[in-house]
Each structure stands twice: as structure tokens, then as C-alpha cells.
């Protein structure tokens, strides 16, 4: 704990630690439960499962915080960023040429660029480093401190499911971003838009296990990410997924809080209830729009979709009466699936989503108990070796972590000092 780390980048080490044996304890004892066994039952035909007192995590690993606040100077000094000029993005991208359009989202549009790897200076067109240029429209404030968030934090955080920050430009109202290129875009273009092959059951797995290690290791630095969802979720090209935009992103409560007091943003759909009601942000107020993004992989729809009447406008809504359901869970399931789907995993990711998006921000899961749980979907014999459970719920055990965010009776009163919604944006966000 507390282990400040100054310009120097905090870095992934989880990776090479999630399959160790004690780690496929848990994912044992998380299935176990999945299939009807009480978590407090110790008994001998699972013994190999420990107690929820002794049942090693992720969060039980030293976790560091990043050093704030930090100065604008400090900040923009990361070493492990390039300052461009305006002139180097503007050779990169053709001068923004529209067919070098990438996509446009509430902070302006992304276009595509070149430069050479070793000196970072623009190249030719198909040449040296794709690279992904997000260019801010002029917002004033509030957008150059989302712009200064973002470079504060992916110049420090390094891990392979969040997306690579290769720079920055500031010149005058300019404000600009440089990432790595993700060739596959955004899963939100995969499951929505008309176009690319529908995403298969194995993919929507791969895609929710790699968005869930970027959220996990985020909470394990102390960082609540604030805007999961599906168009901040990007793909290389083999579907490995880096959640992208740190603007929203916030540090978590330090000491034995449970929560931040904050502005309310996000993105609707997607936000926490108690967030939106009390602007009290917690880690878990993440786990719920991960709930909210699994929902999608599993349905293909929107978080929010206005084309739809009634409840059906609403995803949460609609789909979590049919979520532990064994029988009508094929009614909310994607028809682009076409059926190619276990029905034991779907269950089980269902159950999962139903978990997350617990109204009871205390009821939901850790990101640790959701990978380890997403874990077992990646090997369908692990869950048809288990079987016949009419049990509608997956239990996790309640354990301290660094990000720990079980609200005092207190913390669940509403009309905790929050601020309105501002103001809807394209996806709708709320600033
Ligand atoms: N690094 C990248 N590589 C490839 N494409 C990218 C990259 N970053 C963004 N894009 C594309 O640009 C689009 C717009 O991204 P952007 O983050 O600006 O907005 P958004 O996430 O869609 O909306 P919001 O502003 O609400 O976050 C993405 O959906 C994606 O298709
Ligand atoms: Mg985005």
C-alpha cells in the first residue's frame, strides 16, 4: 500500500500471477457457489476451497497509489510521453484529411497518422506507426482538464488492456491526444452498427475478460475509471481489448472511506444508480457498468436505446428479469449469436451481469471475483462438468481490498449534496 511511484510509470504484474494455483482455488470456489453450494459450507468434496477469510485475491497484492495532485507541469512532464507540435499532428494525419477519419465522440474527432517508431516524427502516409490522433474541439475548462486528467493518468498507468497514450500536443487552444491504433475500433461499432461480422460467443468472452483486467487493475491503483462502456472499449486486432479515454477517471477514497463525494459523469445507461442519486462514486459504482457493458455482449443491444419503446428503451431494465432465469434467458440473448452458445456459460455470464448490476452497490462483486469468474467462461468444460443447479445466484465473498466499497447504511442515503446532470451528450454523457 502507499507505494508512490513519481514520474515513473506504474506497471502491470498481475498478468503472470492470475493462474496461480491459488487463484484457481478461487475460481473454483466461485463456481462451486454458481452451481449451488453454500460459500460457507466447508465441506470435504471441496476442500481444496478455502474459506472466505483465507481465500487469496488479487486485492490482497500490495497495490500502489499514483501520486496526486499533480502540477500541469509535472504532469505533462511524464517521460513516458511525446510533446508534439501541432504542425508534427498535422503531417501525421494529412492535415486532418476527413478520409483519414477514425470517429468522433463528445470531445471531437480521432483521425488516423503516421510516424516513425524510433523518432516519433510524422512519417508518410502507410509508413512507420499507425498511430490515433483524438483531436478536442475547443471546450473551453472543462475540456482541457478532462484532456489533462487523461495525460495524468495514461502517463502512469501501463498495462496491456488499457489503451497506449503516446503523447500529447498543446499549442495554443489545441489540445490533442496520440495513442497507439487499435485496427479492430470499438466494441460498441461491433455490437451495434451494421457492418463488421457479428462478434462470436468466444470473441464477446475474450473482449469481457480483457476489459475486465484493464477495470481490475485500475481499482487495484486506486483509480475509478468512471465511463466503462462500450465505445471506450477498443481492439487490436485479434479483439484483445484496451479501454480508452481517462477524463472521467478519478482517484478512489484513501483511508477506510468507501467513496468519493463527487460531480456526477458518465455516461447514462451505463452509470451506477446510487452515483446518479448521491454523486457518491465507488469502485463498484465501475462494477455496475461493467455489468451494464456484459449485458450488451450477451443481448447485442444498447445500454440505452431511444429507437425501442417502453422498458425496452433501457437494458437493465428489461433484460434483468430474465438474467437468472435458466429457461427464458434465451429471450434477451443476441439473435446475431444465431444460437452458437453454451447455454451453462451464458447462465453463468448472466448471472454474473445480474451480480454487477445489483442495485445494492455493496451486493456487487469485486473486479477480482468477476475475472475469476470470467475466467471459468473461457473453458466451457469447466462449467459443464458442474451441472443440474437449479441455484439462481453466484456468490462472492465480501473481502477488503484497497478498493473496498461497501457503504455504511449511512453512505446509502440519498440526496447526498449531488450534482445535477449537466447536460447530455452525443452517447448521452453527463458533464
Ligand atoms: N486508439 C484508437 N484506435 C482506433 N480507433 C480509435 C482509437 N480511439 C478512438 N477511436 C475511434 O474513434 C471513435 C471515437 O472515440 P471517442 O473516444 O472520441 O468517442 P466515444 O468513446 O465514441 O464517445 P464519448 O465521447 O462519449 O466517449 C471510437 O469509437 C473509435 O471508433
Ligand atoms: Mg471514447
Redesign the pocket.
Known amino acids: 500500500m502507499g507505494n508512490c511511484m513519481d514520474s515513473s510509470a506504474r506497471v502491470d504484474t498481475s498478468q503472470s500471477s492470475q493462474n496461480t494455483s491459488g487463484l484457481g482455488r478461487i475460481a473454483n470456489w466461485v463456481l462451486s457457489s454458481f452451481c449451488g453450494q453454500s460459500k460457507f459450507t466447508n465441506t470435504t468434496s471441496r476442500s481444496s476451497a478455502p474459506s472466505t477469510l483465507t481465500v487469496p485475491s488479487f486485492s490482497e497484492k500490495s497495490s500502489s497509489s499514483l501520486p496526486t495532485p499533480r502540477s500541469e507541469g509535472e504532469i505533462l512532464a511524464s517521460p513516458n510521453l511525446k510533446p508534439f507540435t501541432f504542425s508534427e499532428l498535422k503531417n501525421a494525419t494529412r492535415n486532418f484529411r476527413p478520409d483519414s477519419l ?9 483521425f ?1 497518422g503516421w510516424i516513425d517508431e524510433q523518432t516519433l516524427a510524422a512519417t508518410k502516409p502507410g509508413s512507420g506507426m499507425v ?2 490522433v ?1 483531436k478536442l474541439k475547443p471546450e473551453g475548462f472543462q475540456g482541457h482538464k478532462e484532456w489533462l486528467t487523461e495525460v495524468n493518468y495514461l502517463g502512469q498507468l501501463h498495462h496491456p488492456n488499457l ?1 497506449k497514450l503516446v503523447g500529447y500536443c498543446s499549442e495554443g487552444e489545441n489540445r490533442l491526444l496520440v ?5 479492430k ?2 466494441l ?2 461491433h455490437l451495434f452498427r451494421r457492418g463488421p461480422q457479428p462478434l462470436s460467443w468466444e470473441i464477446r468472452i475474450k473482449v469481457a475478460v480483457g476489459a475486465a483486467r484493464g477495470l481490475f487493475f485500475l481499482h487495484e491503483s486506486e483509480v475509478i475509471y468512471r ?1 466503462f ?1 462500450a ?2 472499449i ?1 481492439l487490436d486486432s485479434e479483439f484483445n481489448a484496451k479501454l ?2 481517462f477524463g472521467l477517471a478519478k482517484a478512489g477514497p484513501t483511508g477506510d472511506r468507501t467513496h468519493v463525494s463527487t460531480q456526477v459523469m458518465g ?1 447514462h445507461g451505463y452509470a451506477a444508480p446510487e452515483y446518479v442519486a448521491t454523486g457518491r462514486l465507488s469502485a463498484k459504482s465501475d462494477v455496475y457498468s461493467f455489468g451494464v457493458v456484459l449485458l450488451e455482449l450477451l443481448s447485442g443491444r444498447r445500454a440505452v436505446d431511444k429507437s425501442k419503446i417502453g422498458i425496452e428503451q433501457n437494458l437493465v431494465d428489461w433484460a434483468k428479469p430474465y438474467l437468472g432465469d435458466k429457461r427464458k434467458l434465451f429471450r434477451i440473448m443476441d439473435s446475431k449469436l444465431e444460437g452458437q452458445y453454451p447455454q451453462k456459460g451464458a447462465y453463468f455470464a448472466a448471472n454474473l451481469a445480474l451480480h454487477c448490476i445489483s442495485s445494492e452497490s455493496k451486493s456487487r462483486p469485486l473486479m477480482s471475483e468477476v475475472l475469476t469468474a470470467l475466467d471459468q467462461l473461457k473453458d466451457p468444460k469447466n462449467l459443464s462438468k458442474h451441472s443440474h443447479s437449479d441455484h439462481k445466484t453466484i456468490s462472492y465473498s465480501l473481502r477488503k481490498s484497497p478498493m473496498r466499497s461497501h457503504p455504511s447504511p449511512r453512505n446509502l442515503t440519498p440526496g447526498g449534496g449531488a450534482s445535477p446532470l449537466l447536460s447530455n ?3 448521452p ?1 453527463v458533464r
Open positions: 477514425l470517429g468522433e465522440g463528445g470531445f471531437g474527432y480521432v488516423k498511430i490515433a483524438k489503451v495513442y497507439e491504433f487499435m485496427p475500433g470499438s460498441e461499432n465511463d462502456k465505445s471506450n477498443l480508452s479515454d455516461t451528450r452525443r452517447s454523457r
